[in-house]
């Protein structure tokens, strides 16, 4: 179960880091504030998951606590 965590985790890392990239390109060209909007709260919401994610691994590993 933890590997599963991890793997989706770097995959949503993954996916926050391209909508990032994404919505700068968009801003940077100006053309829809909307859409560069909602790409900026996608970001924040796949950061959210990737966090909970993360802890989720964590917790489920023992944190990295030696046995």
Request: charged share 10%; proline share 3%; aromatic share 4%.
């Amino acid at each position: 179960m933890s590997t599963v965590t991890y793997i989706a985790a770097i995959i949503l890392m993954g996916l926050v880091v391209i909508v990032l990239i994404r919505g700068l390109f968009n801003m940077m060209k100006g053309d829809n504030p909307n859409l560069s909007n909602r790409l900026m709260q996608l970001r924040v919401l796949l950061q959210a998951i990737a966090v909970i994610l993360i802890m989720l691994t964590l917790w489920l590993t023992g944190g990295g606590r030696p046995t």
